[in-house]
């Protein structure tokens, strides 16, 4: 770090950084702003380690405004562990479904399996048994263990890195590897061993609501008077963060494959696939200089071993994952030749457009499907001209 620098760099044994004030602020002003502050959540009062873990897996990649409403309709339908293992991984990705990232959805489902099998359906309160099911990585675990049975396991997420960043003034970069992991450290040190969950929600909720990424609220921050990067003026400069690469963009083709019933060929993608165990209309990625109604026809020979003919363009629409962003156009086909046959014994369904909401689709296959169903009952359903979203 340049001496001219306004931040540290984090030393070896960071919890060297957290003195009596520092600590004082977070269990005192911390906890205390806390509970007058917090918000209202389903699982939070609850005190069912079931209820918080499923709650915890949902909020690895989802905002709580987001995922509040998915919580709600995933335990009406899975009410307890029990329910949750017994049901068909069909039933639990349907009841995921607009929430992404579903190998979330897929490992939660197995991992009650595991706690049914193995811990008689009781989620396990120690590090190493938690830590051993699908899905529940550090934070997770530390969360689950220290907001359900009050283990003095410290989180780590993006908001308490921030906190901790600011009120550090840490210049280093928080995507390294080294830095989370002395991070950690410091919120280990830090924590509040008496009552870690009401501990570690408050840093995650301060986070949240009052030292956001952009514009913080310090004068409403309860360690704004240990907070070195307000001292400094410089609530913007921190967490230090390397620049991510370059998102890529891809063009898909989908086909529309109806048979002479009107019914629709959907596919289930494998279990180890990205959106694995979801149903999706056949198609893939465009090739350099290929038209996409080209790309249609080769992904269908080659996915199903079919030849098709690509008759309309029916909708296009733009979606974005984690990683990259895909432009996706659905066309009408019919087949031509062959029969279709999925590689390896991947599922395959005819569905007609009404019976399609008993799948679980992706989100932009569901924008497709959305799109079918407005224009069913329209006399010259494919007659229109591409729709644009």
């Known amino acids: 770090m340049p001496s001219d620098s306004p931040g540290r760099s984090l030393p070896d044994d960071p919890s060297s950084l957290a003195s009596d004030r520092h600590r004082g602020a977070f269990h005192e002003a911390l906890v205390a702003w806390y509970e007058n502050n917090k918000r209202v959540m389903p699982w939070r009062a609850s005190g069912d380690p079931y209820r918080i ?14 995922a509040e409403p998915y919580f709600n309709r995933f335990m009406e339908a899975f009410p307890t562990v029990e329910a949750l293992a017994a049901a068909s991984q069909d039933e639990v990705l349907q009841a995921w479904e607009g929430l992404g990232y579903y190998s979330r959805a897929r490992h939660l489902h197995a991992a009650a399996q595991h706690v049914v099998d193995e811990h008689d359906g009781a989620v396990p309160s120690t590090y190493d048994e938690i830590r051993a099911l699908k899905g529940i990585g550090p934070y997770t675990a530390a969360a689950v263990l220290s907001i359900a049975f009050n ?20 210049e280093d970069d928080v995507r390294s590897s080294r830095t989370k992991r002395l991070l950690q450290d410091l919120a280990d040190a830090l924590l509040e061993p008496t009552d870690p969950g009401t501990y570690n929600q408050a840093v995650m909720e301060l986070g949240a609501l009052v030292c956001t990424p952009r514009n913080p609220e310090c004068t409403a921050c309860p360690l704004a008077t240990v907070c070195e990067a307000k001292a400094q003026g410089l609530q913007d400069r921190y ?16 086909g529309l494959v109806f048979d002479d019933e009107g019914r629709l060929l959907i596919q289930q993608r494998p279990d180890d696939a990205m959106l694995g165990g979801l149903w ?53 086909c019919r087949i031509e030749a062959g029969t279709p046959t999925p590689p390896d014994g991947v599922p395959m369904a005819w569905a007609s457009i009404d019976a399609l909401s008993d799948y679980a689709f992706p989100r932009a296959n569901r924008r497709i499907i959305e799109a079918l169903e407005e224009r069913q009952q329209q006399p010259h359903l494919f007659d229109a001209l591409p729709s644009e979203a």
């Open 53 to 66: 873990w499923v709650s915890e897996i949902m909020l690895q990649q989802t905002r709580v405004d987001q």
């Open 151 to 170: 283990k003095p396991h410290a989180v780590l997420d993006g908001n308490v890195m921030r906190v901790l960043a600011r009120v550090f003034a840490i």
């Open 239 to 254: 967490p230090v963060k390397s620049k991510k690469p370059p998102v890529p963009h891809y063009e898909i083709a989908v």
């Open 280 to 332: 999706e209309f056949p198609g893939g990625k465009q090739e350099p200089d290929e038209p996409l109604e080209e790309t249609c026809r080769r992904e269908l020979r080659e996915e199903l071993q079919i030849e098709v003919a690509v008759e309309a363009p029916f909708y296009t629409l733009d979606h974005a994952y984690s990683h990259f962003k895909i432009t996706m156009h659905a066309f009408v």
